[in-house]
């Protein structure tokens, strides 16, 4: 267990198989901005992603991000999509994970089981792929924790949902 020093205690790992909070689950909010709708803003320290509608109100999804050392900040843009995407962990990810005793394979296909789930939007800055995502997850009680390398996290219905409403180009602000 992990004290926050607020009074609460929650587990430093989510529990497979429970169940997402009320609070991450996808719903339309009140939400003030003077961005342009269609903007997706990610707040990495609520655990949550907007997506601006106008009118003060924008959809928000419950999302998992970096752990410790993996979080990040900063203003980029959807530069590919792709549909049960092919996961293809870079070589950094697989030297780490084999540190701890975890062999990640070179590639793995879309399907159920693959660490992006259904969708992936990729991020790019100034046309580079950032090799930060928005994808979907095999494992959906991680949402609302801090618990990837970096990339943004949804349960594959909302990833599916904001595939959906978010084309290549639109600007995603990270904070």
């Not at 928000?60 to 962990?89: Q, S």
């Not at 159920?112 to 992936?120: D, S």
């Amino acid at each position: 267990m992990l004290f926050l020093g607020t009074g609460d205690v929650r587990p430093v790992n989510p529990v497979p198989g429970a169940a997402i909070p009320y609070k991450y689950q996808r719903q339309r909010v009140r939400y003030e901005t003077n961005e342009k709708p269609g903007t997706i803003i990610i707040h990495s320290d609520d655990k949550f992603l907007y997506l601006v509608e106008g009118d003060g109100k924008a959809l928000r999804y419950g999302v998992g991000v970096g752990r410790e050392g993996f979080g990040w900040r900063g203003n980029v843009k959807i530069g590919r999509k792709a549909e049960w995407p092919t996961w293809t962990p870079p070589p950094e990810m697989r030297q780490r994970e084999r540190k701890k005793g975890r062999i990640l394979p070179v590639s793995m296909q879309g399907g159920p089981q693959n660490p992006l789930g259904a969708r992936a939007m990729y991020l790019y800055d100034g046309g580079r792929d950032t090799m930060f995502r928005i994808h979907g997850t095999s494992e959906p009680w991680t949402i609302g924790h801090n618990v990837s390398s970096g990339c943004i996290r949804m349960v594959n219905a909302d990833v599916s949902d904001l595939y959906e409403r978010a084309p290549v180009g639109t600007r995603v602000i990270v904070r």
